[in-house]
């Protein structure tokens, strides 16, 4: 057992330190069960999220990335994790290592898709350099202007965390999607270990307060309800996964008249925390928006990257835009006259 003084927000927007004891099982329930943890809301304003740190600017997932979308503004790092062979959580959105983006000890791009992160221990993931686009794959096409940063290795969740305090930044927030497969249970940690661990390295961060959990796979956020009932969970949905009701904690999509109407039954209505429903941007239309809005859920679509399309969902109404282009979207917003996230810190 040990003991961890952590500063929550309560119900009442207080902060003040918490200390609870706790066996190492039931340490994300304890700690976070006690913490209100506030998500986007409309009221706080439109969320800009920068996807994988904002791809279109720097090496994806990385705390370059990061730190260039925190001097940028944003409001909230969108980012994906997996949990290595010695059980650290990485941020990282593949579960094996990516060829597009990855040289080896001695420089090499990888000729193919190396090995899966839960493979390889922290030492051994850290061994790969991520700071820069393969010229010869056309992954990178996209997003030409990124700038490298040879160099960059897989992150652990931890150093985000502890570089965005070492910055003073109090306001940022991250959206943190767990990155599962039903259909490839050996590639990943199974949904609990990854969510247990996830919970764990949040608090011990004491940064449950800015912590959106979202995920594709539905039982990871069926999990978050019962061990961190207060974390706000956004329900991503695209095409694909809406087909399988293995993505979708069993439902089938075809029994409810719309998305927004699957999400809320798959969320339930026990908890305190914002509910978010994350759609393809593409797929999304007005009265979507619209009824996900009147059930009571934020509307986060993703990954929003032409300017045109940016401009069409604010008009619309959506709560948020996850984009690879940070800087397109604050320009999208000012031409809509909505106030920008701050810059620095
Ligand atoms: O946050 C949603 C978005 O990140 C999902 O797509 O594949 O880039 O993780 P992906
Ligand atoms: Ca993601």
Redesign the pocket.
């Known amino acids: 057992m040990e003991t961890v003084t952590m500063a929550c927000s309560l119900l009442d927007g207080a902060r003040r330190p918490l200390a609870i004891r706790f066996g190492p099982l039931l340490l994300a329930t304890a700690l976070l069960a006690g913490c209100a943890a506030p998500g986007p809301d409309p009221a706080r304003g439109f969320d800009l999220q920068a ?2 740190g904002g791809r279109g600017m720097a090496p994806e997932n990385t705390l370059a990335a990061f730190a260039n979308a925190i001097d940028l503004g944003v409001t909230t790092l ?3 994790i997996g949990l290595t062979a010695d059980n650290v959580v990485v941020i990282s ?1 593949d579960t094996a290592l990516n060829p597009d983006h990855t040289r080896d000890a001695s420089g090499a791009w990888l000729p193919a898709t190396g090995p899966t992160i839960r493979s390889m221990t922290l030492a051994q993931v850290q061994g790969y350099d991520v700071g820069r686009l393969n010229p010869a794959s056309n992954y990178g096409k996209p997003f030409a202007g990124q700038q490298p940063r040879d160099g960059e290795r897989i992150p652990t969740l931890a150093a985000l965390f502890a570089m965005v305090k070492a910055r003073g930044n109090e306001q940022v927030r991250f ?1 943190i ?1 767990t ?1 599962l497969d039903p259909g490839k249970p050996d590639e990943t940690a199974a949904p609990e270990p990854m969510v247990r661990a996830l919970l764990a390295e949040i608090d011990k961060a004491g940064m449950a307060r800015r912590v959106t959990l ?1 995920s594709f796979d539905w039982r990871a956020l069926a999990l978050v309800g019962q061990l961190a009932p207060q974390l706000p969970r956004a329900y ?1 949905t695209t095409a694909r996964t809406l087909r399988d009701s293995r993505w979708t904690q069993g439902l089938n999509a075809g029994d409810f008249a719309s998305t927004p109407l699957l999400v809320k039954a798959a969320a339930g209505d026990a908890g305190k925390a914002p509910v978010i429903w994350s759609p393809a941007f593409a797929d999304l239309t007005p009265a979507q928006v619209q009824q996900a809005q009147a059930l009571g859920m934020t509307v986060l679509p ?1 990954t929003v990257n032409q300017r045109a399309d940016m401009l069409r969902l604010l008009d619309m109404g959506v709560d948020g835009v ?1 984009t690879d282009f940070p800087d397109v979207l604050r320009d999208a917003m000012r031409e809509r006259g909505r106030p920008l996230p701050r810059a620095g810190a």
């Open positions: 996807h994988r969108e980012l994906d959105h959206n999607e990155k979202q991503l993703w996850i």
